[in-house]
């Protein structure tokens, strides 16, 4: 007799949780990136990868606000 394997019922999340889970993983990545360019620019100094990091900060900030689920 074959056994039958029950999967557990995936809920799909409204668009409002998707939208909050969304915003929830901008501020953490955002957070994360803004701390990095700080501590590299207290423990190295201020230079050319110092602007390279903050572009960089930008340009992650706007694409993660850019493609919103």
Do not use: E, K
Not at 10 to 26: D, E, F, P
Not at 40 to 66: E, M
């Amino acid at each position: 007799m074959a056994r039958t394997v029950r999967h557990p019922v995936r809920h799909r999340r409204s668009r409002a949780q998707a939208a909050a889970h969304h915003n929830r993983q901008v501020a953490w990545v955002t957070g994360a990136l803004l701390l990095v360019v700080c501590l590299y620019s207290v423990t190295i100094g201020p230079d050319g990868w110092l602007w390279f990091g903050w572009a960089v900060l930008l340009l992650a900030c706007a694409a993660l606000f850019v493609v919103r689920p």
